[in-house]
């Protein structure tokens, strides 16, 4: 039989890497598949034309092999029986040799729960793929599954404040039970949902001129009243108007023609109240430190001697914090779903331990969602609080789904490889843990638009464990109020905006980009948006603001990943600074590799809390 497979493969124009290994684990599949030699070798030139392999059979691409083999003999018995489910041995022992004659078609236990996500006739497919995809002998086929240092801390917050939670276990050889063994009992926090946020079906791509015109409006006109509220600025007013004295304006920075925003010119569009929506030119020549880019609302103290030109003696990009002090009273939060599980009186409700990890979840190479697995393998060791995962789950941007070569739906990916992994690892962990999910405007299977309403995720299948939430969103656990976007919004300010610093000043870029969005009190403080984003903006106007300073901000971006802590108020001013954490988790998943994600231990305040970015 070895030999006529040996003549097969020769026919077909094939080599091998390691002859006697290859032909014994070939005659394995045929016997375990009463396959012919024909069959087994017609099945790898299949193999090999998907993956674009050359014509040299290698041994480590045995076991991606076996499960295209698995997957053929499932469909044939699918067509042939429905009921009936293929179940085969265990891939190590296959590999090694020590396997026995078994029957590959087993009935389905009557009692096996199952799911709304995981009919009966899926359920082997699950079983087949999590069995044989995701143990250790396919990690010598990946590249992301070959890696050897695992878990590696890339960067530190407060270290000094909490250094034994945050230490990371070297200890990887252990199997899954023990480390579940290990598991400490934590409390469960309590959560509470915003209840703006969008829900799933709402209407969108019906925005009209009029719906841009007053979101526009409304942002100056906010932003001026935040500012003469504060006491510190007076009653703004036309900008383009000559006057020799020095007066107060507030508008949006605009460009004066498509393409990047440039120092010269710039424009200032003021509220249609005081100067009918006119723009004037800003003269910045005399400021030695500013920080500016398209659709920035912001204050202008200056001159316009001829009625042409706005000189700027000071640009105000902030809104005093005594101005929105009243957002972050207890009152405030009423906006905040109640409906959710109450918070234990005996916990700390000032202390949440929490997982942040962004999209993709798989890498470039396949859709095998490994960097997931391993991501809630250190969640079963940690078991933190809340497990916060944002989009894009399905990736559109994905080779696979680019090229189209999937037999499967989005639909059918994202509850069996997102949502049904997530309901193993809460099965697994109990009723302690809980997972927010945020989806992006790149998730093939969910609305391409901005803001984006939240997955239709029903919390009865998962018993309120598993939440979602609109895109952009807020929620509030043990009374820890955290706020993210899924947008990289980072990225395209990082294009658009345009900085003078003093000499010796500091160039913390990064940060400042971060401030521009609690400063501009929005998500997305960008305008005209991105080309990519399908901004609408009969949505925008209550979903993108940000009614009060979070405690934990949260913005994925492919910038460089880190965990900072933002200062916020001028303190030249004489009012006292508040301090937000904020959170760049990276992406889970970089090309064929693996990424960065982010675990915090928030203590009550920014000073004592600890966080550290990990590369998985």
Same mark, same amino acid.
């Given at each position: 039989?070895?030999?006529?497979?040996?003549?097969?493969?020769?026919?077909?124009?094939?080599?091998?890497?390691?002859?006697?290994?290859?032909?014994?684990?070939?005659?394995?599949?045929?016997?375990?598949?009463?396959?012919?030699?024909?069959?087994?070798?017609?099945?790898?030139?299949?193999?090999?034309?998907?993956?674009?392999?050359?014509?040299?059979?290698?041994?480590?691409?045995?076991?991606?092999?076996?499960?295209?083999?698995?997957?053929?003999?499932?469909?044939?018995?699918?067509?042939?029986?429905?009921?009936?489910?293929?179940?085969?041995?265990?891939?190590?022992?296959?590999?090694?040799?020590?396997?026995?004659?078994?029957?590959?078609?087993?009935?389905?236990?009557?009692?096996?729960?199952?799911?709304?996500?995981?009919?009966?006739?899926?359920?082997?497919?699950?079983?087949?793929?999590?069995?044989?995809?995701?143990?250790?002998?396919?990690?010598?086929?990946?590249?992301?599954?070959?890696?050897?240092?695992?878990?590696?801390?890339?960067?530190?917050?407060?270290?000094?404040?909490?250094?034994?939670?945050?230490? +990371? #276990?070297?200890?990887?050889?252990?199997? =899954?039970?023990? &480390?579940? *063994? $290990?598991?400490?009992?934590?409390?469960?926090?309590? !959560?509470?949902?915003?209840?703006?946020?969008?829900?799933?079906?709402?209407?969108?791509?019906?925005?009209? +001129? #009029?719906?841009?015109?007053?979101?526009? =409006?409304?942002? &100056?006109? *906010? $932003?001026?009243?935040?500012?003469?509220?504060?006491? !510190?600025?007076?009653?703004?007013?036309?900008?383009?108007?000559?006057?020799?004295?020095?007066?107060?304006?507030?508008?949006?920075?605009?460009?004066?023609? =498509?393409?990047?925003?440039?120092?010269?010119?710039?424009?200032?569009?003021?509220?249609?109240?005081?100067?009918?929506?006119?723009?004037?030119?800003?003269?910045?020549?005399?400021?030695?430190?500013?920080?500016?880019?398209?659709?920035?609302?912001?204050?202008?103290?200056?001159?316009?001697?001829?009625?042409?030109?706005?000189?700027?003696?000071?640009?105000?990009?902030?809104?005093?914090?005594?101005?929105?002090?009243?957002?972050?009273?207890?009152?405030?939060?009423?906006?905040?779903?109640?409906?959710?599980?109450?918070?234990?009186?005996?916990?700390?409700?000032?202390?949440?331990?929490?997982?942040?990890?962004?999209?993709?979840?798989?890498?470039?190479?396949?859709?095998?969602?490994?960097?997931?697995?391993?991501?809630?393998?250190?969640?079963?060791?940690?078991?933190?609080?809340?497990?916060?995962?944002?989009?894009?789950?399905?990736?559109?941007?994905?080779?696979?789904?680019?090229?189209?070569?999937?037999?499967?739906?989005?639909?059918?990916?994202?509850?069996?490889?997102?949502?049904?992994?997530?309901?193993?690892?809460?099965?697994?962990?109990?009723?302690?843990?809980?997972?927010?999910?945020?989806?992006?405007?790149?998730?093939?299977?969910?609305?391409?638009?901005?803001?984006?309403?939240?997955?239709?995720?029903?919390?009865?299948?998962?018993?309120?464990?598993?939440?979602?939430?609109?895109?952009?969103?807020?929620?509030?656990?043990?009374?820890?109020?955290?706020?993210?976007?899924?947008?990289?919004?980072?990225?395209?300010?990082?294009?658009?905006?345009?900085?003078?610093?003093?000499?010796?000043?500091?160039?913390?870029?990064?940060?400042?980009?971060?401030?521009?969005?609690?400063?501009?009190?929005?998500?997305?403080?960008?305008?005209?948006?991105?080309?990519?984003?399908?901004?609408?903006?009969?949505?925008?106007?209550?979903?993108?603001?940000?009614?009060?300073?979070?405690?934990?901000?949260?913005?994925?971006?492919?910038?460089?990943?880190?965990?900072?802590?933002?200062?916020?108020?001028?303190?030249?001013?004489?009012?006292?600074?508040?301090?937000?954490?904020?959170?760049?988790?990276?992406?889970?998943?970089?090309?064929?590799?693996?990424?960065?994600?982010?675990?915090?231990?928030?203590?009550?305040?920014?000073?004592?809390?600890?966080?550290?970015?990990?590369?998985?």
């Amino acid at each position: 039989m070895e030999e006529e497979i040996k003549a097969e493969f020769i026919k077909y124009g094939f080599s091998f890497d390691d002859e006697e290994e290859i032909l014994q684990k070939c005659l394995t599949f045929c016997i375990q598949y009463k396959l012919s030699a024909s069959d087994i070798v017609s099945s790898w030139d299949v193999y090999s034309l998907n993956r674009g392999l050359e014509f040299t059979v290698r041994s480590s691409h045995m076991v991606a092999f076996l499960e295209q083999l698995q997957s053929e003999q499932l469909s044939k018995v699918r067509e042939k029986e429905t009921g009936l489910h293929l179940y085969s041995n265990d891939v190590a022992m296959i590999l090694n040799g020590n396997y026995e004659e078994t029957e590959g078609i087993l009935d389905t236990p009557d009692d096996r729960p199952t799911t709304v996500h995981e009919k009966s006739s899926d359920s082997a497919q699950k079983t087949n793929r999590s069995k044989f995809t995701f143990e250790k002998p396919l990690e010598s086929v990946t590249p992301f599954g070959s890696r050897k240092n695992k878990f590696v801390v890339h960067s530190m917050l407060n270290e000094h404040a909490s250094t034994k939670t945050i230490k +990371i #276990e070297e200890d990887h050889g252990n199997s =899954e039970d023990d &480390i579940i *063994k $290990r598991v400490q009992p934590s409390k469960k926090c309590s !959560l509470r949902l915003n209840k703006s946020q969008l829900e799933p079906g709402c209407r969108f791509m019906y925005d009209r +001129i #009029e719906d841009k015109f007053n979101f526009l =409006e409304n942002r &100056i006109k *906010k $932003r001026a009243t935040a500012l003469v509220s504060s006491e !510190l600025y007076e009653e703004p007013v036309d900008p383009s108007v000559a006057c020799q004295t020095s007066i107060f304006a507030v508008g949006m920075i605009c460009c004066e023609e =498509e393409g990047r925003l440039k120092e010269k010119p710039v424009l200032l569009q003021s509220s249609v109240e005081h100067s009918g929506g006119q723009r004037v030119r800003l003269d910045l020549q005399k400021l030695n430190q500013f920080s500016i880019f398209p659709g920035q609302v912001v204050g202008v103290e200056g001159h316009n001697p001829s009625g042409h030109c706005l000189i700027a003696s000071k640009i105000i990009d902030y809104v005093p914090l005594s101005a929105i002090s009243n957002e972050q009273h207890p009152a405030k939060r009423q906006a905040m779903d109640q409906n959710l599980q109450l918070p234990n009186p005996s916990q700390d409700m000032s202390e949440l331990s929490l997982i942040v990890a962004a999209g993709p979840f798989t890498t470039s190479d396949n859709l095998l969602f490994e960097p997931l697995n391993e991501l809630l393998a250190y969640a079963r060791r940690k078991q933190p609080q809340l497990l916060v995962l944002l989009g894009p789950f399905v990736d559109s941007d994905h080779p696979e789904l680019r090229k189209g070569t999937v037999d499967r739906t989005f639909d059918e990916i994202f509850h069996l490889e997102i949502l049904g992994k997530l309901q193993d690892y809460i099965e697994c962990m109990g009723s302690v843990v809980q997972v927010i999910l945020m989806p992006s405007t790149r998730d093939a299977n969910h609305d391409f638009v901005f803001p984006q309403p939240a997955f239709d995720v029903h919390p009865s299948e998962f018993n309120h464990q598993i939440r979602s939430i609109s895109n952009p969103g807020v929620f509030c656990a043990n009374e820890v109020k955290v706020a993210c976007c899924t947008v990289d919004i980072l990225k395209q300010l990082s294009a658009e905006e345009i900085c003078r610093n003093p000499q010796g000043g500091s160039k913390q870029r990064l940060t400042n980009l971060a401030k521009h969005i609690l400063n501009q009190c929005s998500f997305y403080p960008l305008y005209p948006p991105a080309e990519e984003i399908p901004l609408d903006f009969s949505l925008a106007r209550e979903t993108l603001d940000i009614t009060s300073i979070p405690d934990i901000l949260i913005l994925p971006s492919d910038l460089a990943q880190f965990v900072k802590v933002l200062s916020l108020g001028e303190s030249n001013d004489g009012e006292e600074q508040f301090n937000c954490i904020c959170v760049n988790p990276g992406r889970l998943a970089r090309g064929e590799g693996g990424g960065f994600f982010v675990e915090i231990n928030y203590k009550g305040n920014p000073e004592s809390s600890s966080a550290s970015v990990i590369r998985i």
